[in-house]
């Protein structure tokens, strides 16, 4: 998956730190992720380029991307890539998140060139990589600059298949900036790249010429003077993208590590911080003498009338605990804090909690969950979704978690459909 299609400015300077702004499609905000690797290879024969046996990578990820494609740390390099823009494609080249993935398997700048050179291949477009070497006894920052192969004169590929490289090793009291366009490789930017780019590399040069400190780098990397092309990025008229938080999914993943309900109230809570948007767990406890069901609801902090959030930087919790015989439904909607939905949400969360709650007041059976799931009776907004005139979504899977017959089923299709994909685990964790 290409990380963006639009004009994706992304900022790095290169000081004492390397320091990025991460900027996507504003419909990916809080669909990122933080992702630890650990890879181990005991095979005779280690596979890819460098024979790696074992490694260590920390990554900020795309959804459907190998890490790598943004802004990662291994044992050995500290990095964070760019999209630059470019005419110049070869659909033949090697797709650009591979070879981000594997730059990260390099120990030094010299293997990672030799990479991203892809010998016999070349990368299929333009790509910049910022990089601390982290495992030699001075620690050096540098650029590099990838390119598809050339094309000549008439626009056919010139037969040298690898990838154009330049390297740029930034010297002491050197300030860089790199942004989306290439500085060293002569590759032509497609239309209309260039004002993004250049507008933000020209507030950055004019209003902090010298940075001295990390605060320095933090305000630069934070800056929206501009109001057409700010550098921290809020989706406007001119610039449809916004500089990336990681906010939900870092809390839902700490919840896993929850041992208690108690304790998960205490991640979701996060004081000092809060989450960034609203979610809605749906929970069963499994190491309890008596399996219990609880829904928790989780908001951002709170604002005041005048629209300003509140001092109190922790998230809006609230815990309701299902009781014996009791049906409870959840869709898209806060149920009992007071959060107002975005315009148009309501109509189809409120249509399938109708649909529910009319059709089945009063399920006994798993094979009545199963029903309710792949409920289709509704024809705007069926419960099962196959995308229609006003329902732009479809159901993915359907997934029970069964607390009697300790299983958690996985269906790829109506839960009703007896030759659907499905998936049996147990309902416990590890091995």
Not at 169 to 196: D, M, T, W
Not at 222 to 227: L, M, P, R, Y
Not at 300 to 326: A, I, M, T
Request: with cysteine; aromatic share 6%.
């Amino acid at each position: 998956m290409e990380k963006n299609t639009i004009i994706n400015f992304e900022i790095t300077l290169l000081i004492l730190a390397i320091g990025h702004t991460e900027d996507l499609q504003a419909d990916l905000m809080n669909e990122c992720y933080v992702t630890h690797v650990h890879y181990q290879d005991s095979s005779e024969e280690p596979r890819g380029k460098l024979k790696r046996t074992e490694e260590q990578i920390v990554s900020y990820c795309y959804p459907g991307d190998l890490p790598g494609y943004a802004m990662a740390v291994s044992e050995h390099l500290a990095v964070t890539v760019n999209e630059l823009a470019s005419l110049e494609i070869d659909p033949w080249g090697t797709p650009k998140g591979i070879l981000a993935r594997a730059a990260l398997s390099c120990n030094s700048v010299e293997e990672m060139v030799e990479i991203l050179t892809d010998k016999g291949h070349g990368i299929s477009s333009g790509l910049s990589f910022n990089v601390m070497t982290l495992s030699e006894p001075k620690r050096r920052l540098f650029n590099i600059e990838v390119a598809c192969r050339e094309r000549d004169p008439e626009g056919n590929f010139l037969p040298d298949r690898q990838s154009r490289v330049s390297v740029h090793e930034v010297k002491e009291n050197e300030v860089f900036f790199h942004c989306n366009l290439f500085q060293r490789i002569p590759v032509k930017p497609y239309e209309g790249a260039g004002a993004s780019s250049e507008c933000r590399l020209r507030v950055l040069t004019n209003n902090y010429p010298q940075p001295t400190s990390i605060d320095d780098l933090r305000m630069m990397l934070s800056d929206d003077s501009d109001h057409d092309y700010p550098v921290f990025r809020e989706k406007g008229a001119k610039d449809k993208a916004k500089t990336a938080a990681i906010t939900k999914g870092i809390l839902a993943r700490a919840a896993l590590s929850c041992n208690s309900v108690e304790e998960m109230v205490e991640i979701l809570t996060d004081k000092g911080h809060g989450i960034s948007s609203g979610l809605s767990f749906n929970v069963m406890t499994l190491s309890e003498p008596k399996r219990r069901l609880f829904n928790i609801e989780v908001a951002c902090r709170e604002r005041d009338p005048e629209g300003n959030f509140l001092p109190d930087r922790q998230s809006r919790v609230s815990v309701h605990e299902v009781k014996e015989n009791e049906v409870f439904f959840h869709c898209n909607l806060f149920q009992r804090i007071p959060v107002k939905p975005y315009e148009g949400a309501g109509a189809s969360s409120e249509c399938r909690l109708r649909v529910l709650t009319n059709n089945y007041p009063q399920p006994t059976s798993i094979d009545d969950l199963r029903m309710m799931l792949s409920d289709d009776s509704d024809h705007d907004y069926p419960v099962f979704r196959e995308k229609g005139a006003k329902d732009k979504a479809k159901t993915a899977a359907i997934s029970i978690y069964d607390g009697v017959s300790n299983e958690w089923t996985i269906f790829g299709d109506k839960a009703t459909n007896d030759s659907a994909l499905k998936l049996t685990l147990p309902l416990v964790a590890g091995p």
